[in-house]
C-alpha cells in the first residue's frame, strides 16, 4: 500500500469521524433539550464533562473556541469536545505520519492537523458570515415592511425568522427567542454581531437600536440600508471573483512545500530525520520553512480586503 493512499485513508477516516461526532452531539442536544421541557431540574451539572465545558468556556481559549462554534451553526458542539477530537485526530495522524516519514513529520502532521482545524472553523464560519451577509437586503425589507404595516421590532423579527431562509432562519430565531425570555433589543442583536461579526450588520443593528431609543422614519432608514447592502453584495463578489487566483496560489505555496517534503522521505526513508539531526539540516529546513510561511502569508495578506 503506497504512502499516498495510506494518507487519502487517513483523511477519510477522519473526516467520516467528524461528521459521526458531530450528528451524535446534534442529537444528545435534541434529546437533552426534550428532557429539559420535561424537567427544569439542572441535570447536566453533575455531568463531568458538561462542567468541565463550563470551566473551559471561562477561559480565554475557550470562548474564542465558543464563539467560532456558535458563529459556524454547530450548535452541538462544545469547545471541550472539539479540542477532544481536534487532540484525537492529531495523535492519530502523528502515528500513521510517523511510520511513513519520521518522527519530525509527525511532529509536523500535529502542527498542521491543530491549524488546519482552527483554519476549518474559521472558513466555516467566514462562509456562514457570508451567506448571512447576503440575505441581510432582504432582511431589512422584511423589517421596514412589519414596521411600515405597524409591527414592533420584536414581531417583525420573528416574521423575518419564519419567513427567510438558513442561517438567517436560525440566527433570528435565536434573537427572538432572547427577546421573549426579557432580554433587550440592544443585547439581543449584540449577540447576534458577536456570532457573526461584519461591518453590514453592524450597521443594521444600530440602526434599530438608535431607531428604538430615539423614534425616526424607521421606515426609511430600513429601505436605505437595503439599498446600500445589495450594492456592498454585488461590490464583494466583484472582489471575491478578482482575487481568487492569487488566493488558490497562496495555497498551492504550503502545499508544495509539504509534498515536497514527503515525496523526499519516501525516495530515500529518514531523510527528514538525517537532516534535522545535523546543524546543517535544521538551517536548511528552517529557512525553507520560514520562506514558505512568509509566502503564504504575504500572499493572504495582499488578497485580503476589508470592506
Same mark, same amino acid.
Given at each position: 500500500m503506497t504512502p499516498v493512499l495510506i494518507a487519502a485513508m487517513l483523511f477519510v477516516t477522519l473526516v467520516l469521524l467528524v461528521t459521526t461526532v458531530a450528528v451524535l452531539q446534534q442529537d444528545v442536544a435534541y434529546r437533552r433539550r426534550l428532557l429539559a421541557a420535561v424537567d427544569a431540574r439542572p441535570t447536566w451539572r453533575s455531568d463531568l $464533562?458538561?462542567?468541565i465545558d463550563v470551566r473551559f468556556r471561562r477561559t480565554r481559549w475557550g470562548s474564542a473556541i465558543a464563539a467560532l462554534l456558535a458563529g459556524s451553526g454547530l450548535v452541538g458542539w462544545t469547545p471541550t469536545v472539539f479540542v477532544l477530537l481536534v487532540t484525537g485526530a492529531a495523535l492519530a495522524a502523528a502515528f500513521v505520519t510517523s511510520l511513513i516519514a519520521g518522527r519530525i513529520a509527525a511532529v509536523l502532521a500535529v502542527v498542521i492537523v491543530v491549524a488546519s482545524s482552527r483554519r476549518w472553523l474559521q472558513k466555516r464560519r467566514e462562509a456562514r458570515i457570508e451567506k448571512f451577509i447576503g440575505q441581510l437586503p432582504e432582511l431589512a425589507r422584511l423589517l421596514a415592511n412589519g414596521a411600515q404595516a405597524g409591527l414592533g421590532v420584536r414581531r417583525s423579527i420573528e416574521l423575518a425568522a419564519r419567513e427567510m431562509e438558513e442561517p438567517a432562519a436560525t440566527e433570528l430565531g435565536q434573537?427572538?427567542?432572547? !427577546?421573549?425570555? @426579557?432580554?433587550?433589543l440592544q443585547g439581543a442583536l449584540g449577540h447576534l454581531a458577536e456570532r457573526l461579526p461584519s461591518r453590514e450588520l453592524v450597521v443594521l443593528v444600530q440602526t434599530l437600536v438608535i431607531q428604538g431609543k430615539a423614534g425616526g422614519a424607521l421606515v426609511t432608514a430600513l429601505q436605505n440600508i437595503a439599498a446600500t447592502l445589495d450594492e456592498r453584495r454585488q461590490l464583494r463578489r466583484e472582489i471575491k471573483t478578482a482575487v481568487v487566483g492569487a488566493t488558490f496560489s497562496g495555497y498551492a505555496v504550503v502545499l508544495i512545500g509539504g509534498f515536497a517534503v514527503i515525496f523526499m522521505n519516501v525516495l530515500s526513508p529518514g531523510a527528514l530525520?538525517?537532516?534535522? @539531526? =545535523? $546543524?546543517? @539540516?535544521? $538551517?536548511? $529546513? @528552517? =529557512?525553507?520553512?520560514? !520562506?514558505f510561511l512568509i509566502g503564504f502569508f504575504v500572499i493572504n495578506r495582499i488578497t485580503k480586503v476589508k470592506f
Open positions: $464533562l458538561g462542567r434573537v427572538g427567542a432572547e !427577546l421573549a425570555v @426579557g432580554q433587550s530525520d538525517t537532516m534535522f @539531526g =545535523t $546543524l546543517i @539540516g535544521q $538551517l536548511v $529546513l @528552517g =529557512t525553507a520553512a520560514a !520562506l
